[in-house]
């Protein structure tokens, strides 16, 4: 069973967002990251160990940011729990990323 954890700028982007079509895309992303958590593309230097998750609508690129953590069973590395640390337009999104971060 994978748990999901949303930290709060996640939480709070995802509370206040009023468009359901975008709002669902959101929900498709997170299930599908849920179901495959190597889907997303895995971020370098400041970020590493974070992966993006892009979302395009209305000609917009939405971002979502997470990590994975990973738990040994019977010596194998297995995921457990997605940590989806930030939500947002595309527009200085990793500069706001990389703040929270650090």
Do not use: C, H, S
């Not at 939480?11 to 179901?35: G, P, S, V």
Request: zero cysteines.
């Amino acid at each position: 069973m994978v748990e999901l954890r949303v930290l709060p700028p996640a939480a709070k982007f995802l509370k206040k967002m009023k468009d359901k079509k975008l709002k669902a895309l959101y929900k498709q992303a997170i299930d599908a990251i849920l179901d495959d958590p190597t889907i997303g593309e895995e971020k370098t230097g400041d970020l590493k160990g974070v992966r993006g998750y892009d979302i395009y609508y209305n000609r917009i690129n939405y971002e979502l940011a997470y990590t994975v953590e990973y738990v040994q069973v019977d010596g194998k590395d297995e995921f457990n729990v997605v940590v989806v640390i930030m939500a947002g337009a595309r527009e200085n999104f990793y500069d706001q990323l990389k703040r929270y971060w650090k």
